[in-house]
């Protein structure tokens, strides 16, 4: 057997010796080539590496030539503490990190030192010679360079809804058993229910743990339908906040009123996690211990989103948005104050068998936003850049877009327009007829349009604004009279 290791990165000794970090996170990329030949038949062969310290991740893909002679080349994976695991023929590339690995392997930590690819040879011919090649990307991040679900397309530019908080058996999930006992919930029921409710996007946010990663791993493949984003419930005695697109470690263990509130976000934010207050206006104390948002000092400019609408609220509010407990009033006054968040909404859903459509159900409320594409990525951008809207309706189709035209220019949500007090107010528009549209400015009423249609239609409106506004969002209440679409701000610098 021939063996040699390549590298993609620079040039060959330099890339094998020493850690190479590219903006992806990628430490080195190996290329392991070499041929078996029919001396090679039902024998296993090691095709050793070096991993460098600081790695977090493993991804490996692999080919060989000669199939039409029948020659078969098994796979598996030794760490320095032996065998990590083995896909035989069955999968032509893997992952293994300490949080998740592709199924067929454990998954561990990418510990320094001595790895090996374990090629087993069921067959070759005598007188074959089989090319073989093993690509073996090492990255110093587990996050780094890997989504937990793939389509075949990335998605144009445009709106996903989805589901931004729920839990499972890996944190206080519960459903029913087959037998009808109350038990822990495995991950594809919820996964089932966020499917069958048509979303795009879907985040498991267990609380404080990231042991939920595996099995995104196991079902990613599955729910190809569904962008699962990687996230988690931080879970403190003064709050809880969801942090979204990393699996890093994150000490949650917040005392003293929560002082180290900002560096647990720096941390966030550090590993690329996107931050989002989650039902700050529930009460905290012994009525609901650490629910509501007083971690001491917190620094909101640093806060990304906020969790506007939370199913698990509105189960105990009948279903009402509008309540003392909703997070709509925590985020208008940060908005006030002149902080730029975007809001956002999520089931809060431990039991995938709440009624689709009932307050708390998965989808219930939904989370709209308007991303370059459906990738995990995309979605997060899109939050971050706020041309988001939450709807609590229970429409699966539902539309609320708002654009502020000033001086020849268009804003849209998210965006900071130049403060003039002459604009014109453009609001997209797809809900149920009968209801109306409310034109909010720093938390008060200016303006309100009637909704005689059923289908897509913009309304565009001249609009003066009040001289000491700084934002400007729309919303829409149904034919009752209920709030049931919340759109985000658009900013107004003066
Ligand atoms: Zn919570
Ligand atoms: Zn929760």
């Known amino acids: 057997m021939m063996i040699h290791i390549l590298c993609r990165t620079l040039f060959m000794i330099l890339a094998c010796s020493l850690p190479v970090r590219a903006v992806d996170g990628l430490l080195q990329s190996l290329d392991l080539k070499g041929s078996i030949t029919g001396e090679d038949h039902q024998s296993y062969v090691e095709l050793p590496f070096e991993v460098p310290a600081g790695a977090e991740r493993l991804t490996v893909s692999f080919s060989y030539s000669g199939r039409e002679d029948r020659t078969t080349i098994d796979l598996g994976l030794v ?8 896909s035989g023929g069955n999968k032509a590339s893997f992952t293994v990190a300490a949080t ?17 690819l374990l090629l087993g040879v069921p067959n070759i011919r005598g007188g074959v010679s089989s090319a073989y090649e093993a690509r073996v990307d090492i990255y110093g991040a587990a996050d780094a360079g890997l989504a937990f679900s793939v389509r075949d397309d990335s998605g144009a530019a445009g709106w996903y809804r989805g589901d931004l908080h729920s839990h499972s058996g890996h944190s206080d999930g519960s459903c029913a058993s087959k037998a009808g ?33 595996r099995a995104l791993r196991d079902l990613g493949g599955y729910y190809d339908t ?5 996230a ?32 647990l976000i720096d941390a966030a934010h ?29 620094d909101f400019s640093k806060v990304d989103a906020i969790e506007v609408i939370n ?99 268009t804003f849209v949500m998210g965006e900071v327009a130049p403060f003039t007090p002459s604009v014109t107010l453009s609001v997209t528009v797809k809900s149920a007829s009968g209801g109306r549209i409310q034109i909010i400015e720093n938390g008060t009423e200016t303006k309100s349009a009637s909704i005689d249609k059923n289908d897509l239609h913009t309304l565009s409106m001249d609009h003066v604004l009040g001289p000491d506004t700084t934002w400007v969002r729309a919303n829409v209440r ?14 107004l610098a003066h």
């Open 478 to 491: 149904d034919a009752e009279g209920r709030l049931v679409l919340v759109g985000n701000p658009i900013y």
């Open 181 to 213: 006992k109350r038990v822990p919930c495995p991950v594809f029921r919820t996964f089932e229910a966020a499917t069958a409710a048509g979303l795009d996007f879907f985040a498991l946010s267990e609380h404080n743990t990231a042991s939920h990663a």
């Open 79 to 86: 760490g320095p503490d032996g065998l990590v695991g083995w």
């Open 311 to 409: 199913g698990g609220t509105l189960r105990h509010t009948g279903g009402m948005v509008e309540h003392p407990r909703s997070g709509i009033l925590f985020w208008e006054a940060r908005l006030n104050e002149g902080h730029r968040m975007t809001a956002i909404g999520g089931s809060d859903n431990h039991d995938p068998d709440i009624a689709p459509g009932s307050p708390g159900a998965i989808a219930m409320p939904t989370t709209v936003v308007h991303a370059k594409g459906r990738d995990a990525a995309a979605i997060l951008g899109g939050i971050r850049k706020g041309r988001v809207f939450v709807d609590a309706s229970g429409m699966a189709d539902s539309i609320l877009d708002l654009a502020l035209q000033v001086g020849g220019h």
């Open 232 to 263: 988690r419930e931080i879970t403190t005695f003064y709050g809880h906040m969801n942090v979204f697109g990393t699996f890093a470690p994150l000490d949650f263990k917040l005392t003293n009123g929560g002082e180290r509130i900002k560096a």
């Open 226 to 230: 569904l962008t699962l984003l990687p």
């Open 270 to 298: 550090k590993a690329g996690g996107l931050v989002s207050l989650n039902h700050p206006g529930l009460p905290s104390g012994e009525d609901c211990m650490g629910c509501g948002w007083v971690a001491k000092d917190t």
């Open 100 to 116: 998740d690995a592709t199924p067929s392997y454990f998954a561990a930590p990418v510990k320094a030192g001595r790895w090996a």
